[in-house]
T-cell receptor
Framework: GNSVTQMEGPVTLSEEAFLTINCTYTATGYPSLFWYVQYPGEGLQLLLKATKADDKGSNKGFEATYRKETTSFHLEKGSVQVSDSAVYFCALPTGRRALTFGSGTRLQVQP | DTGVSQDPRHKITKRGQNVTFRCDPISEHNRLYWYRQTLGQGPEFLTYFQNEAQLEKSRLLSDRFSAERPKGSFSTLEIQRTEQGDSAMYLC????????????FGQGTRLTVV
């Protein structure tokens, strides 16, 4: 079945540093790919998505490109802020409508 | 609309007791999902409703678990004869019909079985 593998955390960065969180997937066909974020004390929120190969999803300065050649959907941000501290989940659809999530990567940004 | 709401936010119960959680989705959303999240892991799918019909259930949903969405609006998830392994965050999400529509998540119900 469909699955995702994320880099383990925590990732600790200083403010304004460059962020990459790796995500690779295994899937039948070319499903949409998602990044969700969970801020402390809040529910999961969709951060960005890409619906087909070579698409780039972007939101709040974060970007991820759907690369079928490497089966990857890495999350990047050029300059992180303290407010970006959260847990980030890569996800893809499996079954009729459910999502399969990675194990999450905790990001800690220090001032 | 304030988003997906779940009640209670926290529940502590003794092993062997039954518990029930409620989820109120965003009002116009036809689809409703339940997930379970344990510490340090991503959410795992439990079950999915479209309107009042339960269309998909994970193998994680043992016979002790039952979910309903009687009128296609709110949903309940009941766990009978709770076990310590049931301790987790139970998340509800909803979405509208269509392809690749965004799922909106509630803040979850944290269950602790002692």
């Amino acid at each position: 079945g469909n699955s995702v593998t994320q880099m383990e955390g925590p990732v600790t960065l200083s403010e304004e540093a460059f962020l990459t969180i790796n995500c690779t997937y295994t899937a039948t066909g070319y499903p949409s790919l998602f990044w969700y974020v969970q801020y402390p004390g809040e529910g999961l929120q969709l951060l960005l998505k890409a619906t087909k190969a070579d698409d780039k999803g972007s939101n709040k300065g974060f970007e991820a490109t759907y690369r079928k050649e490497t089966t990857s959907f890495h999350l990047e941000k050029g300059s992180v802020q303290v407010s970006d501290s959260a847990v980030y989940f890569c996800a893809l659809p499996t079954g009729r409508r459910a999502l399969t999530f990675g194990s999450g990567t905790r990001l800690q940004v220090q001032p | 609309d304030t988003g997906v709401s779940q009640d209670p936010r926290h529940k502590i119960t003794k092993r062997g007791q039954n518990v029930t959680f409620r989820c109120d989705p965003i009002s116009e959303h036809n689809r409703l999902y339940w997930y379970r999240q344990t510490l340090g892991q991503g959410p795992e799918f439990l079950t999915y409703f479209q309107n009042e019909a339960q269309l998909e259930k994970s193998r994680l949903l043992s016979d002790r678990f039952s979910a309903e969405r009687p009128k296609g609006s709110f949903s309940t998830l009941e766990i009978q004869r709770t076990e310590q392994g049931d301790s987790a965050m139970y998340l509800c999400a909803s979405s509208s019909l269509g392809t690749d529509t965004e799922a909106f998540f509630g803040q979850g119900t944290r269950l602790t079985v002692v």
